[in-house]
Every structure is written in structure tokens, then in C-alpha cells.
Nanobody, 126 residues
Framework: QVQLVESGGGLVQAGGSLRLSCAAS????????MGWFRQAPGKERLFVAA????????NYAESVKGRFTIFRDKAKNAVYLQMNSLNPEDTAVYYC???????????????????WGQGTQVTVSS
């Protein structure tokens, strides 16, 4: 059974950095775009960033542009989200997801992703 497992979340002060990791097991997503989404308490799940299947194209939400970087390591079957200059508005559960189509673009549409991790909590204190 294919699984995505996120790690790297935690508590950080405003202005700090975290790197989230997403590892795939039981299969490979090397030909699928990968994305990160986040959900704050009582709010809908929102797009954060995505990377194309080849890794050469990325897509970011306006709120994180210039602060977050998504990249993938196909050899490790993993995708990462480097988060810098964090602020309290970034507090949420962060989810990794795999695009449902092969050779896919870095979509910001949650319904284009059909494999999801369990999420990792990121809390930014002011």
C-alpha cells in the first residue's frame, strides 16, 4: 500500500525556519507532481506549493512566495518544503500529496491529488 509520511514539523518562533519532509513508501511518485497543502483550525485546506514530476517547475501560493521552497529528491523518493521567515499565520497542519496523473504539472487544485499523508503540525509563536 502506497503511503506518504510527513515529518519535520514543530514549534518555532516567528522569523525562524523549518524543513518539512515527505517520504513515499510502498511505491514511487517519480512521475507525479507533488504538492504541499495546509489547514489551520476551523479553516479549509489551502494550497501551499507544488513541484512538477520532473522537478523543474514549481508553483507557490502568493502568501508563501519568496519564503518557502519546494524541491524533490527522486533518488530518495521524497519531497521537501523549506520554510523561512515563518510567521504565526503559517501555523497549520501541513499535508503532502501526490498528483493523481503521471507527468503532471504542479497544480494548486486539491482535487487533482489523490494520495495524502497524515499531516505534520507546524506552530509559529509570536
Amino acid at each position: 500500500q502506497v503511503q506518504l509520511v510527513e515529518s519535520g514539523g514543530g514549534l518555532v518562533q516567528a522569523g525562524g525556519s523549518l524543513r518539512l519532509s515527505c517520504a513515499a513508501s510502498g511505491g514511487t511518485f517519480s512521475t507525479h507532481a507533488m504538492g504541499w497543502f495546509r489547514q489551520a483550525p476551523g479553516k479549509e485546506r489551502l494550497f501551499v506549493a507544488a513541484v512538477s514530476w520532473g522537478g523543474g517547475r514549481t508553483n507557490y501560493a502568493e502568501s508563501v512566495k519568496g519564503r518557502f521552497t519546494i524541491f524533490r529528491d527522486k533518488a530518495k523518493n521524497a519531497v521537501y518544503l523549506q520554510m523561512n521567515s515563518l510567521n504565526p499565520e503559517d501555523t497549520a497542519v501541513y499535508y503532502c500529496a501526490a498528483h493523481k496523473e503521471s507527468f503532471s504539472d504542479p497544480s494548486d487544485l486539491y482535487f487533482m491529488y489523490n494520495y495524502w499523508g497524515q499531516g505534520t503540525q507546524v506552530t509559529v509563536s509570536s
